[in-house]
């Protein structure tokens, strides 16, 4: 019992495969069933031993497999029947079936959850550059306008300044015409 609480507590919420924990779970059984009966089963060769020994230290290398092994030792130590520790690694396997089955679930709908949420965010990237694309269009057409108008009022400022200097040129005529009708008016007096 204390092993299934241990494992709940998950490290770094990483999940191991069914795979791995089939694996796993067989071989420690194996381990055990070759500890339990000094080796007696697998003494065929040394090459056979090695395989499970082998995969045995590789269990022993995580903290789980080291505290799994150390827990069915202290059963085969105290004389458990290999029913009871069968019954609790076939407890255990199923308990972490289980909690695969529900991490699988979880990561689903996270998996869902960050797919629409990718989604959403393309869609509102998509509008955003839709709205770029309409603003730079926008702009581009205003700066034309722009241009145009003061295209416009550059030809405009030149022809009033043009108009300006045919008023004066005017106004210096009808000047001079005024004064020329002033004097020809005083001289037909003087006639």
């Known amino acids: 019992m204390c092993i299934r609480d241990r494992y709940q507590r998950r490290v770094h919420g990483e999940y191991q495969t ?29 090459d056979k031993n090695f395989g499970v020994f082998s995969e045995l230290q590789r269990i022993e290398t995580s903290d789980f497999g080291k505290k799994l092994l150390d827990t069915i030792a202290l059963q085969l130590k105290n004389k458990a029947p290999l029913a009871e520790i069968s019954k609790l690694l076939n407890d255990l396997h199923s308990d972490l079936v289980r909690q695969q089955d529900a991490a699988d679930a979880q990561h689903s709908i996270d998996e869902r959850d960050c797919t629409n949420g990718i989604n959403e965010y393309n869609a509102r990237i998509d509008f955003a550059t839709n709205e770029i694309n309409e603003a730079i269009l926008e702009i581009s057409t205003l700066k034309k306008l722009i241009e145009a108008a003061n295209s416009q009022r550059e030809s405009l400022e030149s022809q009033l300044k043009n108009l300006a200097e045919r008023e004066q040129q005017y106004r210096e005529a009808r000047r001079a015409d005024e004064q020329a009708f002033i004097a020809r008016v005083q001289q037909g007096r003087a006639v």
């Open 18 to 46: 069914k795979n791995n924990m089939r694996t796993f779970v067989a071989l420690a059984v194996l381990g055990l069933c070759s500890v339990a009966f000094g080796a007696g089963i697998f003494s065929a060769t040394q």
